[in-house]
């Protein structure tokens, strides 16, 4: 090619327009501006003649060979297939610690270099079928992510629950409870629902004078599950800082001085306030009490256009603590304005305003699928809340108020029996009515041999610092609790015992016959469900406790006896060490029927690590024994994990693979009362019954961790991936 078709040299500066109109110049302009014989004309000619130069040279062969390297219309199925990326490799499963000889297998999260929190774990909540872990801690609330996404030179690629990130969502306040009142799913990623959840100021080391006031405050889910997305997309650790709005302070003391009762039993029973009596000065009306709603809470899928509700004990703070809500840039505040959709459960002019919460209990029927129908209980420092937000409903009332002469350390809803053979104080045989005492007598009772026998009533199931308690809710009335044989002497008028019972209960000890040992302390009772077996007719409940004081746990029937310490119990278990919390769970390891039968796994937690003892369910079921054969020994085995441990939660399936676990869905919609298939039950079914067990471990002075227990308990790891 000759010099006159090469493309000139580029100019030292650039080419500008002589008219000043900004706009680029086209080549008939710059041929107007600079002739026809110009460089940019030459240009223009060299470029439209290479362009058909190359079409010229391509050969018909080599069209063709592009066609097909392309999107062309002749491009066959086949080939079309083959030029797709490869699938993505699934995330890096756990390898679980298999807590030997029994099935139990122990799960730990994220790296082992780096603490999920640096402070105390309090409590946690799963959210998104486990797939980000809400933890409320000392420090704030933080969130885990166990699928965790990062870009890579390969592109997203998505890691497992051994690489799961713990980010911090807010500080300044401590989550110590968390509870999901309501959730539905919309089907676009971010469920609506309603979060129960007890908050309080961080706790300041260098002033010990007074503890901040904890509060009781239902939050928006949609708004947390948001907060949580945006705190797992931050970069770099920023968490909210909740410091200006969250620290309350009260003008009065906190701490009431009581005199210690002699008799747990006569100081509640005498001391006991129905909610409809107030104040002296306030009429003894219940609607004089203001409500607690969280309909408009539960309706809002997130944060919009108006601004948050905000806590009726921060209107009252100082103009130091008062924000300027007005001048918020929503975009750059939106996370702030998440944390503070809320709406608090203590209004101004009722008998929790003010007053810190220690902590909480809510009750719903395990069947029940509607809106409402919930008991909370709130316990304080001397006295114990009981609200009820009727079926139907998204409000809490205040039914009934308990004054405790000790500070309860625990409260539980469990069933109980009702035999009535002796007379009853004025206190206990004229309840003041209320819709909790109207709705659990709407039954009628019967006339036994022994008395009056009474339809199974809800009770509170109280743990004080050395006694336990159980407080009817219905009619208020009072007992102490004792395990079996603890009691001084064994009332038989309220549950005869046979001579075979009594055989049974003294072979009920795993060989280690009645040995002394001093009290302990009660741990919260643990409630596990059997499971149903068609054709088979079992004179037992359907469901048991698990009552444990000490090293000693017994398993009782459902509901609880009249007198816990006249009924002898189907189990007594004996730990090494004393336990701080118990939970168990029913494994059934067999498929099609077939398989090894089915059992319950108890599981303590405490200083030393995690302790298990395995119990097959026939055992149980038998209630007469011949002779007096040795019971089978529980299958034990225990396991340090690294400090102190403490139960979280139920739910999971991490001994399942990742891919079943999208399957898991199904219980969030059965929950919420979108799919009513029979299928969808059963599913729902199944996976509920094989949830594992959530803990927390302190392995050093700032590491605190989360890890899961759980497992079918089938005979070999390969069973639990298709098991479901």
């Not at 009817?472 to 549950?495: C, K």
Request: charged content about 25%.
């Amino acid at each position: 090619m000759d010099d006159s078709q090469s493309p000139p040299a580029v100019p030292a500066f650039p080419e500008r327009d002589q008219q000043g109109s900004g706009d680029l110049p086209t080549y008939d302009d710059l041929a107007s501006q600079h002739g026809p014989n110009s460089r940019f004309g030459r240009w223009r000619q060299w470029i439209e003649k290479r362009a058909a130069e190359r079409y010229t040279d391509t050969t018909p062969e080599e069209i063709q060979r592009r066609r097909e390297r392309g999107w062309g219309a002749g491009v066959s199925p086949v080939r079309r297939g083959q030029l797709l990326l490869p699938e993505p490799s699934p995330p890096a499963t756990l390898i679980p610690e298999v807590l030997s000889p029994s099935r139990l297998k122990l799960y730990q999260f994220g790296s082992r270099f780096l603490p999920h929190t640096t402070t105390q774990i309090r409590c946690l909540l799963p959210l998104l079928n486990d797939q980000i872990l809400l933890i409320g801690h000392d420090g704030g609330l933080s969130v885990m992510d166990m699928f965790p996404r990062e870009w890579t030179d390969d592109g997203l690629t998505e890691k497992g629950p051994p690489d799961a990130e713990a980010r911090p969502i807010w500080e300044g306040d401590v989550v110590y409870q968390m509870s999901v009142l309501e959730m539905e799913s919309t089907g676009q990623g971010t469920p609506q629902g309603v979060v129960l959840a007890l908050v309080g100021p961080v706790l300041d080391e260098s002033s010990k004078e007074q503890e901040g006031i904890r509060t009781l405050r239902m939050y928006n889910l949609a708004s947390l599950v948001s907060l949580a997305k945006w705190a797992i997309a931050q970069k770099v650790s920023s968490p909210v800082t909740l410091t200006g709005c969250g620290k309350h302070h009260s003008g009065q003391s906190l701490s009431r001085k009581h005199r210690q009762q002699t008799s747990l039993t006569k100081g509640l029973r005498s001391l006991v306030i129905d909610s409809p009596i107030a104040q002296p000065q306030t009429p003894p009306d219940a609607s004089s009490e203001p409500q607690a709603s969280y309909s408009d809470l539960a309706d809002a899928p997130t944060y919009s256009k108006r601004l948050p509700p905000r806590s009726s004990e921060q209107r009252a703070e100082s103009d130091e603590s008062q924000w300027s809500w007005d001048a918020m840039d929503d975009m750059h505040d939106l996370p702030l304005l998440w944390a503070a959709h809320y709406t608090p459960l203590a209004s101004p002019g009722s008998r929790m305003h003010n007053t810190s919460v220690l902590f909480y209990e809510f009750y719903r029927h395990e069947y029940q699928r509607s809106r409402g129908g919930v008991l909370l209980a709130v316990a304080t420092k001397s006295n114990i809340f009981l609200y009820e937000a009727p079926k139907g409903e998204r409000a809490f009332h205040l039914v009934k108020e308990f004054y405790t002469p000790l500070t309860a350390r625990s409260i539980s809803f469990v069933q109980q029996s009702v035999l009535d053979v002796i007379p009853r104080s004025s206190t206990d045989a004229s309840p003041r009515k209320s819709r909790v005492a109207q709705d659990r007598h709407s039954r009628g009772a019967s006339m036994g041999p022994d008395g009056y026998r009474y339809p199974t009533q809800l009770s509170l199931f109280v743990i004080f610092e050395k006694k336990a308690g159980l407080i009817r809710i219905a009619d208020s009335a009072v007992g102490e609790a004792e395990l079996y044989e603890e009691s001084g002497s064994l009332q038989q008028l309220l549950n005869p015992v046979s001579p075979a019972m009594a055989r049974r209960s003294r072979t009920s000890w795993d060989g280690r016959g009645f040995a002394k040992e001093h009290k302990g302390v009660w741990v919260p009772p643990a409630k596990f469900d059997l499971p149903s077996a068609a054709g088979a007719s079992r004179p037992i409940a359907q469901s048991m406790y698990v009552l444990t004081r000490g090293r000693i746990s017994h398993v009782v029937p459902h509901p609880l006896p009249p007198s816990v310490s006249a009924a002898p119990p189907y189990r007594v278990l004996v730990w090494s060490s004393q336990p701080a919390s118990i939970s168990c769970r029913v494994c059934m390891p067999a498929r099609d029927g077939e398989g090894p039968p089915p059992f319950l796994q108890v599981v303590a937690f405490g200083e030393t690590g995690i302790e298990v003892q395995e119990v097959a369910l026939p055992s149980l079921f038998q209630v007469e024994r011949k002779g007096k054969r040795r019971e089978d020994e529980p299958v034990r085995a225990s396991v340090d994990v690294g400090g102190d441990t403490g139960y979280l939660c139920v739910g999971g399936h991490w001994s399942r693979p990742y891919y079943a676990l999208t399957r898991s869905a199904s219980v969030e919609s059965y929950d919420s009362g979108v799919s009513g298939w029979s299928d969808h039950t059963v599913l729902a079914e199944r996976l509920r019954i094989h949830q594992g067990i959530y803990g927390w471990v302190r392995k050093g002075l700032e590491d605190w961790r989360v890890f899961w227990v759980g497992g079918t308990g089938a005979e070999h790891e390969d069973d639990d991936d298709d098991y479901v």
